[in-house]
């Protein structure tokens, strides 16, 4: 018996719903054997309102958990929370080495506030570093135009010209989350290849119940470019998968809510393909 294999390069989240653990679950629901390579793990403090504590982990020991992955090969990558400038130059130096083509980049930023990063240095370091690597990048809507370095996405058209800068810093194929960001009818996606914009349009759920969504969706379009799905193809079946992770959401205590990771598989249909 054969699996595709995945590697994600991304944080922990102790409390389930995000992070390696979101991937690790996609990657299951999706018949692909997942690989983590830890970048930071992050708490939550039970005593002060669900704060989150972030710990970083130490370079070094990232890279020997990457020689460990890459070692077996791999079909597909992605990255979520990397932390640091040395763990983004770390994984493109890893990228290259290896030759790897399937890479999904979510830009995970650690926000100061609406209009800012908390780290801006490792902003600039994914936009120079990781961009001309990515097969897909899958910015939201904040971290689309913190990328493109354009003012805040509003509308569809400002969504274009976000994705059209992105496309341009490198990135092959890009994949903008509206969401329910947008003043629209429907959840909107915009999809970019360098020459069409697709829209990818669902509907809008009412709910909160939705942490982890952004890593669930870049997870399952890793899974299905690992099981040789083309780019677009990958991007809308991923697109359907967290739609109903979503809408199967549920409350995991006062503070949080995840997504239902096998919520497609139990209530749709199979992924086994």
């Not at 595709?4 to 389930?16: F, M, N, R, Y």
Request: aromatic letters at 6%.
């Amino acid at each position: 018996m054969y699996m595709k294999k995945a590697l994600t390069l991304a944080g922990s989240d102790s409390s389930g719903g995000a992070g390696i653990q979101a991937d690790l679950k996609t990657f299951q629901e999706n018949d692909v054997y997942g690989m983590t390579a830890l970048t930071s793990i992050v708490t939550m403090d039970p005593d002060n309102n669900w704060s989150h504590g972030v710990f970083p982990i130490d370079v070094n020991i990232v890279e020997k958990q990457l020689n460990t992955i890459l070692s077996v090969g791999i079909d597909a990558m992605k990255t979520g929370m990397l932390g640091s400038v040395d763990i983004i130059e770390l994984g493109a130096k890893k990228i290259d080495e290896h030759g790897l083509k399937n890479v999904v980049i979510d830009p995970v930023m650690v926000c100061k506030g609406e209009d800012e990063v908390l780290q801006p240095e490792n902003t600039d370091a994914l936009r120079e570093l990781l961009l001309p690597r990515a097969a897909v990048v899958t910015p939201n809507l904040f971290e689309a135009w913190q990328l493109a370095g354009t003012g805040k996405i509003q509308t569809i058209d400002d969504m274009k010209e976000a994705a059209a800068k992105i496309h341009d810093l490198g990135a092959k194929n890009v994949i903008i989350k509206g969401g329910t960001g947008l003043n629209t009818d429907k959840a909107v996606d915009l999809f970019y290849d360098g020459q069409e914009f697709t829209l990818l349009e669902e509907e809008k759920l009412d709910t909160t119940y939705n942490h982890g969504a952004g890593c669930t969706f870049a997870a399952a379009i890793t899974a299905n470019l690992a099981k040789g799905k083309s780019v677009k193809d990958s991007v809308a079946a991923a697109k359907e998968f967290v739609t109903a992770a979503i809408k199967h959401g549920w409350k995991l205590n006062e503070y949080v809510g995840p997504v239902m990771h096998g919520a497609y598989t139990k209530y749709v249909g199979s992924l086994k393909n």
